[in-house]
């Protein structure tokens, strides 16, 4: 009997130590594996899986009662109905349907908001080359004034101009090298009507590479602030003479404000369209 008894224990030893051994070829508490070929955030629930909560759980209808699954505040709403108004509202008072023409036989070409405009004479090409991005000046002043009995408050706001800082580039048949030379329209000359004052201003001259879009900062620029005013007058005359003039200078000011007011129009609309998607 107590032979027996002392025998137990050692089969149960026994069968634990088989087990043990067995244990390392079993995937103990490891779920069965399976591919994953997409990202965990791209991840589709299959039809008849386990429908998870929250991330992939689809949203329901919006809480505007339009239907849509999507965010749809009625913040949103009254978001594209400003916009409606005022895309209506910039349309009625845009003054170009179409962008003006330039006098002078200047060809345009315009991507997004940069234009180009060329003209070729006697072996020279002059390319100007401006963006309206951030060309409409700041309003300065003091207080606003009150509209007087009668005169609608709109009626009273300044008409937005587009200003923008252009870049006149000259080049000749066979040369190397371009002339350029950085403008801009100073603050204090815009709206000026003296005809002896010029309404646009020399910033920098430099040479550049022909043929190369990036011009190198490793080119020598010259700083028109500390520059000898007959020098300076000389480069004035230089650029009136290829059809860079006040004359060119107010036509600019017209096409860029057109296209400036044309872009910001399908800006709201874009917006709009934005705002609204379902």
């Keep these: 009997m107590f032979q027996l008894l002392r025998c137990v224990p050692r089969v149960l030893g026994s069968a634990v130590a088989g087990l043990r051994a067995a244990a390392p070829s079993l995937p103990l508490l490891q779920p069965a594996s399976r591919p994953c070929a997409r990202p965990f955030g791209l991840l589709s629930v299959r039809a008849g899986s386990v429908q998870l909560p929250g991330l992939l759980k689809p949203r329901g209808p919006c809480a505007c009662g339009c239907g849509c699954s999507g965010l749809h505040t009625e913040g949103d709403k009254a978001f594209v109905d400003f916009l409606s108004d005022e895309i209506k509202e910039e349309k009625k008072i845009q003054k170009y349907k179409s962008l003006p023409k330039m006098s002078g036989g200047w060809e345009l070409e315009v991507n997004g908001t940069e234009a180009k405009l060329v003209r070729k004479v006697?072996?020279?090409?002059?390319?100007?080359?401006?963006?309206?991005?951030?060309?409409?000046?700041?309003?300065?002043?003091?207080?606003?004034?009150?509209?007087?009995?009668?005169?609608?408050?709109?009626?009273?706001?300044?008409?937005?101009?587009?200003?923008?800082?252009?870049?006149?580039?000259?080049?000749?048949?066979?040369?190397?090298?371009?002339?350029?030379?950085?403008?801009h329209y100073p603050e204090?000359?815009?709206?000026?009507?003296?005809?002896?004052?010029?309404?646009?201003?020399?910033?920098?001259?430099?040479f550049q590479a022909t043929g190369e879009s990036d011009w190198k900062d490793t080119n020598y620029t010259l700083n028109t602030d500390s520059l000898d005013w007959g020098l300076y007058d000389h480069l004035m005359d230089f650029l009136a003479d290829r059809g860079v003039d006040n004359t060119f200078a107010d036509e600019l000011v017209e096409l860029s404000t057109a296209l400036e007011h044309q872009e910001y129009i399908s800006f709201l609309e874009d917006l709009k369209g934005f705002v609204k998607s379902q």
């Design 188 to 206: 204090d000359e815009i709206g000026q009507e003296d005809d002896q004052s010029d309404i646009f201003s020399i910033k920098e001259v430099s």
């Design 122 to 183: 006697a072996g020279e090409k002059i390319t100007v080359t401006f963006n309206i991005n951030n060309s409409i000046p700041p309003a300065f002043g003091g207080e606003e004034e009150e509209p007087s009995q009668g005169q609608k408050a709109e009626e009273q706001e300044p008409e937005l101009t587009s200003t923008p800082n252009f870049v006149v580039e000259v080049t000749k048949d066979g040369s190397s090298k371009a002339l350029v030379l950085d403008c």
